[in-house]
């Protein structure tokens, strides 16, 4: 309504007769969540590639893991991540270097071990840089009263949170996750369980 009034152009949009002030109050419930951000937030988004052609997903997730473990532990309360190919950070990973990509030896370290063998392979992973998102943009364009605003970072920035708002679930070993950001809860009274039949569950 707000948008209706400060625009000359909208007028021929159909106005609500005593808008906010007519009719009974509605309790709505709505399956979300609040998210707030400071003023100027911008994140980097970086890509993450394995050298190594050909390795299985699950050891890809572990790779990955091992990578922020061995050489990004420092600026891990910085970092969200899919745990596949993307990494989003409050900080600049490769800290003003002039290539915008930067190659890390990863040792490998089974599912089992607690310690690395001396002859454990070696992985090479590349974190590349791909784009500074602003937060804030977004936040601007939503509360924008001008009908003609267009925001064309607006499916990047919506990654971005998407991953940031999905990173706790998907490092956690008591959730499972499935495309689309959706997670279960596998390891607590929480769990929802279905007998399949045959021992599965």
């Known amino acids: ?28 419930y709505a399956n979300y969540f609040e998210l ?13 590639e394995i ?8 050891k890809q997730r572990q790779i990955f893991n091992l990578l922020l473990e061995q ?6 309360h910085c970092i969200a991540a899919d745990f596949m190919s993307t990494i989003i950070s409050s900080v600049d990973l490769l800290e003003g270097k002039p290539e915008p990509e930067e190659l890390y030896d990863v040792r490998d370290k089974g599912d089992a071990q607690t310690e690395y063998s001396e002859n454990a392979p070696i992985f090479q992973v590349k974190i590349i840089f791909a784009s500074k998102v602003s937060i804030s943009s977004l936040v601007d364009y939503l509360s924008s009263t001008s009908m003609s ?9 919506l990654q ?6 999905g990173h706790e679930a998907q490092a ?12 279960f809860p596998i390891c607590d009274k929480s769990a929802e369980r279905f007998n399949l039949g045959a021992g599965l569950e």
Do not use: M, W
């Open 36 to 48: 707030s951000t400071p003023a100027g937030c911008e994140v980097f988004r970086y890509n993450v």
């Open 172 to 183: 956690s070993p008591r959730l499972a996750s499935t495309p689309g950001n959706i997670h």
């Open 160 to 165: 971005a949170l998407g991953l940031i708002v």
């Open 71 to 76: 050489h990004l532990a420092e600026k891990r």
């Open 1 to 28: 309504h707000n948008v209706v009034n400060a625009n000359d152009t909208a007028s021929e949009l159909a106005r609500r007769p005593g808008f906010g002030t007519r009719g009974a109050r509605v309790a709505l």
């Open 149 to 157: 605003a267009l925001f064309r970072d607006k499916s990047e920035v």
């Open 51 to 58: 050298t190594q052609p050909g390795i299985p997903k699950q």
